[in-house]
């Protein structure tokens, strides 16, 4: 059954639009259209990936999936997004997903400039961050054209209802003593 949603995730990974930003202009003539696996440079061994990240516009606290095939600029917002390497590991081993990544800020007040230029690990999302005022992005997955390759397990976007740590706490408030005014 898991096997069967991971591969369904990889093909549905596939058709989704590389720019889930509302308003963003195309990066290149490939974004008119859906960008998939099939639109990345091939890696010296042959081997073309795709890079799945995630963006957050911080104002209205909407995420939005963008998906970057290797060497081909995406825009989300105002970045331009290149994602130059991925690497996920094995189901086999623990998960992890390195890549890396060049996002420049295109504002139209403002002349063009670099924002990062580094590695970022799917493990550790605030250990190379991007610094922008509006905008976050992490590292997610890394898809290949191998086939019979399954999609790692991500975290859901759904709500999550929050639960005190204390919830299970079957102790009573402290009395306090009378006159203290609270």
């Given amino acids: 059954m898991r096997a069967a949603f991971a591969a369904a995730a990889v093909l549905s990974a596939l058709a989704v639009p590389a ?3 509302p308003g963003a202009a195309p990066a290149s003539d490939t974004s008119a259209r859906p960008l998939t696996v099939n639109d990345a440079v091939p890696g010296k061994d042959g081997i073309k990936r795709l890079l799945a990240l995630r963006g957050l516009d911080k104002i209205t606290g909407r995420p939005s999936n963008i998906f ?3 060497g081909v600029p995406v825009k989300f917002a105002t970045m331009t997004i290149t994602a130059r390497y991925c690497y996920s590991t094995p189901q086999s081993e623990p998960p992890e997903t390195t890549a890396f990544v060049q996002i420049t800020d295109n504002r139209p007040d403002q002349p063009e400039r670099k924002l990062f230029s ?3 690990l799917a ?3 605030s250990l190379n961050g991007v610094e922008h005022p509006l905008y976050d992005v992490w590292v997610i997955s890394c898809i290949t054209n191998q086939p019979g390759q399954l999609a790692p397990t991500v975290a859901s976007t759904a709500a999550v209802k929050v639960k005190s ?3 299970g706490a079957k102790e009573d408030l402290p009395a306090l003593p009378e006159g203290s005014g609270q």
Avoid: E
């Fill in 118 to 120: 580094g590695w970022m």
């Fill in 19 to 21: 720019l889930a930003a």
């Fill in 165 to 167: 740590p204390d919830a």
């Fill in 68 to 70: 970057a095939p290797i």
């Fill in 123 to 125: 493990s550790s999302p």
